[in-house]
């Protein structure tokens, strides 16, 4: 299995895009933190987590059509490649996320912008202040970041046995120790 170094590396050989650096270690973070809760290799479900998007920026219009050839080459396994294709469940592949890591990549991709969206509204621009209320609030308003689709966070939550609350719960925990990386730290 490559390092987070090589990940990164192969991230960017493939991206150069600020925002999706910042989401790629957002998803990574919360893919860290559902593994160590459920006793899992943080590291691995952590990669996933990080390259779940190595396509994205150069092929939007065939997102996860390209991951594959991206991915086997460079030394990850088929159930890693899995992974990372089942986050696009129902919008881009047809690979249902069955595995508790799919599960929760599936769930948490959406859901780590859409916090990421809720932090930089707020007056200190940060996740570290950030409660579950407003963020439930802002997810029952459909005009507020509307390209995210919430259908699939409620059906990522659906899959894990978790209400939407202790999802986002969970997904705000994990991004706090990243908040710096991420820029979401703000003025705290």
Same mark, same amino acid.
């Given at each position: 299995?490559?390092?987070?170094?090589?990940?990164?590396?192969?991230?960017?050989?493939?991206?150069?895009?600020?925002?999706?650096?910042?989401? @790629? #270690?957002?998803?990574?973070? *919360?893919?860290?933190?559902? &593994?160590?809760?459920?006793?899992?290799?943080?590291?691995?479900? =952590? #990669?996933?987590?990080?390259?779940?998007?190595?396509?994205?920026?150069?092929?939007?219009?065939?997102?996860?059509?390209?991951?594959? $050839?991206?991915?086997?080459? *460079?030394?990850?396994? !088929?159930?890693?490649?899995?992974?990372?294709?089942?986050?696009?469940?129902?919008?881009?592949? !047809?690979? !249902?996320?069955?595995?508790?890591?799919?599960?929760?990549?599936?769930?948490?991709?959406? #859901?780590? =912008?859409?916090?990421? @969206?809720?932090? /930089?509204?707020?007056?200190?621009?940060?996740?570290?202040?950030?409660?579950?209320?407003?963020?439930?609030?802002?997810?029952?308003?459909? &005009?507020? @970041? @509307?390209?995210?689709?919430?259908?699939? /966070?409620?059906?990522?939550?659906?899959?894990?046995?978790?209400?939407? $609350?202790?999802?986002?719960?969970?997904?705000?925990?994990?991004?706090?120790?990243?908040?710096? !990386?991420?820029?979401?730290?703000?003025?705290?």
């Amino acid at each position: 299995m490559p390092t987070r170094d090589e990940a990164l590396e192969l991230w960017r050989r493939y991206n150069d895009d600020d925002y999706l650096y910042r989401h @790629a #270690l957002s998803v990574e973070a *919360a893919m860290r933190h559902f &593994a160590a809760k459920r006793g899992e290799d943080p590291d691995y479900w =952590g #990669l996933v987590g990080l390259l779940h998007d190595v396509d994205y920026q150069k092929h939007p219009e065939e997102h996860l059509k390209h991951s594959r $050839e991206i991915l086997g080459p *460079a030394g990850y396994d !088929e159930a890693f490649i899995r992974a990372v294709l089942s986050h696009g469940y129902g919008l881009c592949t !047809e690979v !249902e996320p069955l595995l508790e890591m799919e599960k929760v990549l599936y769930a948490v991709d959406e #859901l780590t =912008g859409f916090i990421y @969206a809720c932090a /930089i509204m707020r007056p200190s621009k940060s996740v570290l202040d950030i409660e579950v209320k407003s963020v439930t609030k802002k997810f029952k308003t459909p &005009a507020f @970041a @509307a390209k995210i689709d919430r259908s699939v /966070i409620q059906n990522g939550a659906g899959m894990l046995g978790l209400s939407l $609350e202790e999802l986002i719960q969970e997904t705000i925990l994990a991004l706090r120790p990243v908040a710096a !990386e991420i820029g979401l730290k703000g003025c705290l």
